[in-house]
Nanobody
Framework: QVQLAESGGGLVQAGGSLSLSCAASGGIFSVNGLGWFRQAPGKEREFVAA????????AYADSVKGRATISRDNAKRTVYLQMNSLKPEDTAGYYC?????????????????WGQGTQVTVSS
């Protein structure tokens, strides 16, 4: 089992920045990639960004490309999501997820473990 714990959410004004963290623990030897997803009220959970543990591959949703940066610190077993130029439509619960498959995925069904989420609210 892999446990994921997100932190860093909060309230920020439009145009501001936020950094989210996801600390992984447990059987992370089985994990090949980590991703960030988000879910707004009444909407489906959607992909935001993903990175392989070895850092050789990243992926971003078009909606955040150029505004988001995903990174990882293997020693700390932590993945980060830096988001800039935040918009009210970025408001959502943000979830960290881990996948065992080697090929980096943008699909929720490819991820095996999920964190509890952290709320990000962007005010206009």
């Amino acid at each position: 089992q892999v446990q994921l714990a997100e932190s860093g959410g909060g309230l920020v004004q439009a145009g501001g920045s936020l950094s989210l963290s996801c600390a992984a623990s447990g059987g992370i030897f089985s994990v090949n990639g980590l991703g960030w997803f988000r879910q707004a009220p009444g909407k489906e959970r959607e992909f935001v960004a993903a990175i392989r543990w070895n850092g050789d591959s990243t992926a971003y949703a078009d909606s955040v490309k150029g505004r988001a940066t995903i990174s990882r610190d293997n020693a700390k077993r932590t993945v980060y999501l830096q988001m800039n130029s935040l918009k009210p439509e970025d408001t959502a619960g943000y979830y960290c997820a881990a996948q065992r498959t080697v090929r980096l995925s943008t699909e929720t069904r490819a991820y095996d473990y999920w964190g509890q989420g952290t709320q990000v609210t962007v005010s206009s």
